[in-house]
């Protein structure tokens, strides 16, 4: 037997050998076998004493009954078991989005039945939204999006010693892009939301010239040209509909064109009157999202209109009480959790990026210089202040 990662070689006389390594970590053996490239746990066993030497990373299920994502999937955790990280994932912690226990041990997980049991012996918590803190021991370190807590759980959590790093905190840096979790996930909400509205609106996207007769292309109006407004306007225009757009920021006026849609300032009743479409995802940091539509421009609307609202969490862009009850509304500000699986894929990829940045030969070594570090960290044990 060994520690920390030497391979035991097999003895000349055996051919097809069962290559194993067992780990010491904490009070516990872990033995591992290899499947294929990656190693997967087939037995653990109390040891009466032992050093720190092995890095786990558990992945917890998440709890919100209407969250259907995961924050690690398989292919990324096949990385980190790659490197000699030992991953214990919640059992079914993937299922809504689609990964099986199976595939989560065929990437070299060891599956835990509890929540205690995946997170106790961890080094580091991976999870979608930030749980409670009594749950947490001192020094491990949790990844994940804090925008469910309030200010008062974030200062409780920074009085206890351990880590916490909040995704949601990412800067919005061309360096830290690729773990921007809000940028990952409001993308797809965006095109979710082009998808959403051609399924519920009553006519077709684009232009059919059939031989029954012409339909005319649907106008679609977005509204807020952030990350989710761009792709959303993008989508509608790939459909084939006819997408006009508009925000706050003159810059945007450039990337509606460069997506194919037109640019509008003026919201006359003609043009209001024309759309049997709108998406609005207009918000504004820390505060409620403004209402975009007067009362008297949401009258000119036509019956059959549909609104999607991505701004609903913050109190929505549009006044429901001023609609006709005719036009459909649909306010979410989470339509990525219907395509759980890509949203899954890309918020996983945003956290192996940043656990790239975190880890250092196996141990949690962060960068207290490194303005992406700063920026996520609520709380260090190894810093007096951080939030
Ligand atoms: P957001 O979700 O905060 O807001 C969506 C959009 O609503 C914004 O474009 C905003 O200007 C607009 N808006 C606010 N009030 C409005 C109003 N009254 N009427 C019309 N529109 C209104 O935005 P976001 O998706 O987080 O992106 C914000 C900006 O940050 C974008 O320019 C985006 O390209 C940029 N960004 C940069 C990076 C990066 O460089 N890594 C990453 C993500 C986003």
């Known amino acids: 037997s060994s520690n920390r990662g030497n391979m035991a070689d097999p003895p000349p006389n055996i051919k097809h050998p069962m290559r194993i390594k067992i780990i010491i970590k904490s009070n516990k053996f872990f033995i591992f076998t290899h499947v294929e490239k990656h190693l997967s746990v087939i037995k653990s066993i109390d040891k009466p004493s032992g050093k720190e030497f092995f890095m786990i990373i558990a992945l917890l299920k998440e709890n919100q009954p209407e969250e259907t994502r995961v924050a690690l999937v398989p292919k990324h955790i096949a990385e980190l078991t790659a490197k000699g990280i030992c991953v214990h994932v919640q059992s079914d912690a993937g299922i809504l989005s689609g990964f099986s226990n199976q595939e989560y041990m065929k990437a070299g997980a060891e599956i835990c039945s509890t929540p205690e049991e995946t997170s106790g012996d961890a080094d580091i918590i991976v999870k979608m939204w930030a749980l409670n803190n009594h749950s947490l021991k001192p020094q491990q370190t949790l990844v994940c999006n804090t925008a469910n807590l309030s200010t008062e759980q974030l200062k409780a959590l920074s009085e206890k010693r351990v880590n916490v790093f909040a995704l949601d905190k990412i800067p919005r840096t061309s360096r830290a892009q690729d773990m921007d979790i809000l940028s990952s996930q409001s993308n797809l909400a965006g095109y979710e939301a082009a998808i959403i509205g051609a399924a519920n609106v009553r006519?077709?996207?684009?232009?059919?010239?059939?031989?029954?007769?012409?339909?005319?292309?649907?106008?679609?109006?977005?509204?807020?040209?952030?990350?989710?407004?761009?792709?959303?306007?993008?989508?509608?225009?790939?459909?084939?509909?006819?997408?006009?757009?508009?925000?706050?920021?003159?810059?945007?006026?450039?990337?509606?064109?460069?997506?194919?849609?037109?640019?509008?300032?003026?919201?006359?009743?003609?043009?209001?009157?024309?759309?049997?479409?709108?998406?609005?995802?207009?918000?504004?940091?820390?505060k409620s999202a403004p209402k975009l539509l007067t009362r008297q421009q949401l009258q000119h609307l036509p019956k059959e209109c549909v609104i999607i609202d991505l701004a609903a969490a913050g109190g929505g862009n549009i006044e429901q009480k001023h609609l006709s009850p005719s036009i459909k509304v649909i306010a979410d500000s989470f339509l990525e959790r219907r395509i759980p699986h890509s949203a899954s894929t890309l918020f996983s990829g945003n956290v192996c990026n940043f656990l790239r940045l975190l880890i250092e030969d196996n141990e949690v070594k962060p960068d207290f210089q490194d303005e992406i570090i700063c920026a996520t960290m609520i709380c260090c044990h190894k810093q007096s202040k951080c939030f």
């Open 203 to 286: 006519e077709v996207m684009p232009l059919m010239i059939t031989s029954a007769g012409s339909l005319p292309p649907l106008k679609a109006f977005v509204m807020g040209l952030g990350v989710a407004g761009l792709q959303a306007a993008a989508t509608l225009h790939r459909l084939g509909s006819v997408v006009f757009a508009y925000d706050i920021r003159e810059e945007t006026r450039v990337q509606a064109l460069s997506v194919g849609a037109s640019w509008v300032d003026k919201l006359t009743p003609e043009f209001l009157s024309s759309l049997k479409l709108v998406i609005t995802t207009a918000q504004i940091s820390g």
